[in-house]
């Protein structure tokens, strides 16, 4: 099958949360962008990826994370 890319629509904790979880699962062929109108947290992803911290203080960081 082809690559598949994902677009996540909205940057919130929501949207944040199913990319870097579509990233780090590796649930997508192809890559993954976080669509959002908050600049600052466009310009940090962009920067360093999205950083995933679960319950059990478990650390996850998907770096190649692409938001516009």
Not at 28 to 54: E, K
Request: aromatic share 2%; net charge negative; charged share 15%.
């Amino acid at each position: 099958p082809a690559p598949c890319a994902v677009l996540v629509l909205g940057g919130g904790a929501i949207g944040s949360l199913v990319a870097a979880r579509a990233q780090l699962s590796q649930v997508a062929a192809g890559p993954v962008m976080l669509l959002s109108s908050w600049r600052d947290h466009v310009a940090a992803v962009n920067s360093n990826g999205l950083r995933l911290t679960t319950p059990d203080a478990t650390t996850e960081s998907s770096e190649d994370s692409t938001a516009r």
